[in-house]
Nanobody, 127 residues
């Protein structure tokens, strides 16, 4: 089992940048595929980015491709989401998620395949 805690959200102007962090507890961080999702009151939770267990593969939603970068640091059990060129449409609560998998290169984009979730961190982009 793993527990997740997001941080780094806040208020930023359009065009600005933020880096979200997700700290994972437990000794088995390297066995999880990690993902970032976001949700607004008007939309269902949507996929943003994911990184494989190995860290060698990443995948992004079209809406953030080229602007967001997901990475993971196994030495401190943390996954990051570097966000740049932010727009008001990026305003949402961002959630970190973990899916345990035996496949080190498996990409997981469906939120139903993630068993563990953080509490979320608010990102607000002003115009």
């Amino acid at each position: 089992q793993v527990q997740l805690a997001e941080s780094g959200g806040g208020l930023v102007q359009a065009g600005g940048s933020l880096r979200l962090s997700c700290a994972a507890s437990g000794r088995t961080f390297s066995t999880y595929c990690m993902g970032w999702f976001r949700q607004t009151p008007r939309k269902e939770r949507e996929f943003v980015a994911t990184i494989t267990r190995s860290g060698g593969l990443t995948y992004y939603a079209d809406s953030v491709k080229g602007r967001f970068t997901i990475s993971r640091d196994i030495s401190n059990d943390t996954v990051y989401l570097q966000m740049s060129s932010l727009t008001p449409e990026d305003t949402a609560v961002y959630y970190c998620a973990a899916a345990r998998t035996l496949n080190s290169d498996l990409i997981i984009t469906r939120n139903s395949n993630y068993a563990y979730w953080g509490q979320g961190t608010q990102v607000t982009v002003s115009s």
